[in-house]
């Protein structure tokens, strides 16, 4: 299904100062790409009547980095607020009459297929405002989803503005909505400052939904993984780990055998055939193309080669660029760069 009546907007103009970093906020990498990247090809299959991404804080190099994909830039003169930033949207969106996917791009673990389902639902609901939620044992740092009796969402809280009750609410916000684009921008106009960041909040929309009587349509992500926002070191190894189990499983799943994956790093550019076996610590990269029946061994680092069919690599290897014909043994400690 095409969503060519929705525009999506990825948030990438902040700084993230948690990070401790000169490097703007989404160009670090997980799983060997900046983190906007993986947002960017969640969003690609759907098939959007547009993509705009919204820049500040070092926008030339967050626009360089993604020169490869079908998008437009709106620059974010000034960092005060999620809200803001999809305000500086307004101009470009003036001929827009449907509705705006809004998402970070600081969240490398949302899959393309949690989106489109999101944005089934906002459609099927046919929901002026969709929110997406989840649940997590140690809410820390998100906002929180503030329900009434009903369970119906009346406001989002951030969580340096929240209370000692609503600290223990579970439900988060996940940062990504779906929004009637009139609405929306009604809606950040009526936004104040009033808060501790004195920044234009877009959760605060939710709020102003719930007091004009509009029903705010919630949608759960089973998986709180993939909302996982990153603002620290900590985080993006998170993310880098979370994305590396995804590859290795789809190996996995296509007969490679890996004896101890979480010790194991494969890039997604490696291609390996059914019945390679893999022993723990190795690093494959580049662009591999590795045949059926391989044997590696502990401490092998490969970058950019084809490997044969049967062929069997001893430990501590370093081979780079390098085309291994099938049936070849490759002795233990060879390095070939």
């Known amino acids: 299904m095409e969503y060519s009546s929705v525009v999506g907007i990825v948030l990438a103009a902040g700084k993230g100062t948690r990070m401790k970093s000169e490097s703007p906020k989404v160009l670090h990498e997980a799983f060997f790409s900046p983190m906007i990247h993986h947002v960017m090809d969640a969003l690609q299959p759907l098939l959007l009547g547009e993509n705009i991404v919204v820049t500040g804080h070092q926008r030339q190099l967050v626009e360089e980095s993604l020169r490869g994909y079908p998008i437009s830039f709106v620059q974010q003169s000034q960092q005060l607020g999620t809200g803001h930033a999809v305000l500086a949207c307004e101009d470009k969106l003036r001929s827009h009459t449907g509705s705006v996917l809004v998402l970070c791009g600081d969240t490398p673990l949302i899959r393309g297929e949690t989106l489109r389902l999101f944005l089934h639902a906002h459609v099927e609901s046919a929901s002026r405002l969709t929110v997406m939620t989840t649940n997590v044992a140690e809410p820390d740092n998100y906002g929180r989803i503030v329900s009434d009796e009903h369970g119906n969402i009346v406001k989002i809280v951030e969580e340096k503005d929240a209370n000692p009750a609503q600290k223990k609410i579970k439900e988060i916000n996940a940062g990504i909505y779906c929004v009637d684009v009139h609405f929306l921008f009604d809606a950040l106009k009526r936004v104040g400052t009033d808060n501790m960041q004195g920044e ?71 291609k390996i055939g059914k019945d390679t076996v893999i022993y723990p610590n190795t690093v494959l990269t580049g662009a591999c193309n590795i045949g059926t029946g391989v044997h590696i061994d502990s401490f092998v680092k490969i970058d950019g080669c084809t490997i044969g069919n049967s062929v069997r690599i001893g430990s501590f290897t370093h081979l780079q660029q390098s085309n291994i014909p099938s049936w070849s043994t490759v002795a233990p400690h060879t390095i070939d760069i």
């Open 200 to 270: 234009i909040y877009l959760t605060d929309i939710v709020a102003i939904a719930s007091g004009d009587g509009i029903h705010v349509y919630k949608f759960c992500c089973t998986n709180s993984e993939e909302v996982l926002g990153v603002n620290s070191r900590r985080e993006l190894a998170q993310a880098h780990a979370v994305l590396q189990r995804r590859y290795l499983d789809v190996l996995m799943e296509s007969g490679v055998t890996l004896v101890q994956p979480e010790a194991v790093t494969i890039e997604k550019t490696v």
